[in-house]
């Protein structure tokens, strides 16, 4: 079976949601939200072979090989991962992206550009037809609007782990994303304060260790319009200026497996790439963790090891239009109930399997002070580079989503003053 018969199957699940899809009037019903944001509602998936509890590994990955993409489940046949099963965790997003995706989602389209009209908060395109020309382009704007929260602080580690030597280089750094515009209201308060600007997010870092990138600091704005490139700011301790710079997406990350448009599972810029919706599936994901980090181990201690679970997903292939990309393509699978990717396949110029992305989302039930987190619950990501043999992983220690911040946070004099 190839990968792409394989990403063809049918699914029982996918079909009575594409009805229910399809079926709809033009106003947006409950039934459609409720196929959309709860697709576990009617019951958790089973699948004969895969009760909880079940171990997945090189000697008992039989029961398994229709819910794995087949170059992941390539690398468990060969021992470099296993995992336990977990029951799937239902993780629905806040009832006010809910709410807005009911309230405003008939009246989102795609312009002549390529760009969002109509669209104010929630998830743009809950209903994806397959015979829409258009299907993978929404499917990816789905992906840039889906519910992260208002704001989002981070304390990791990123480590630089080669397969058989410690890590190679750690950096303990402090990250936030803030949103400002296309936020639902909720409790009265409208968090959309950079509407004037056009400012969809903006996005801080300041590396606390080692001592030789201490106080580095970045700021990053991403533009609603998708058309507009980033500004982004740097600080460093030595110049004790801070200046703009202009940043590649398709470059490396820290001399990372990552590109700097491969954070989160896409980063980057919507134009860049050419979007096809090859379908929907049932597979085996790293959701529901059940602590505040993924744990990881394997071969490098590369692979997120915590229990997987069945999880309903679509599969979203993105081409890049650049002919001097790195990648030829990459396969984002993405979580229907969330719309996070949770893991991607990039492959190379040659067409060749190159690196896998995990990226692993918790329980709020066993993260203290995040209990009640409707939003998908970040609790790390690596990035496997199987040419290089390097491991580039994030492993956070803390996340905090409730915490209001100044007006001033990402005002560049403020900076200036943190470096101080």
Known sequence: MTTMDWMRMPSVVTALWLLTVTATCAELSDAVVQSTFSPYAAGKPTVPGLAPGTIISKDSWEAAKDYLPPEI???????????????????????AYMEATKKHAEHVRIGESGELEGYVAGLPFPMLEPNDPHAGLKAAWNVRHRDFGDVMQVWNTFRLVPESSPPEREIENYYVVAYGMHRPHANGVNPNKWEDGGVLYKEFFHVVAPYDLRNSMSVKLRYVQDGYNDDNWLYTPTSRKIRKIILKQDEASYDSGFLNEDFFGFWGYIRACEWKLIGTRRLLAPVGVRAVSSTFGGRGNWYPVDPWELREMLILEGVPKASGHPYSKRVLYIDRQMFVPVYVLYYDQQGKHQKTLFESYGNPQYNPGNEQVRYPLWAGETMIDYEERLGSMTVVSKVNYFETLPDDFFNLDRIMARGQ
């Open 73 to 95: 489940l390539e690398r468990i046949q060969q021992g470099e991962f296993s995992f336990a099963i977990q029951e799937t965790t239902d993780l629905p997003v806040s009832d």
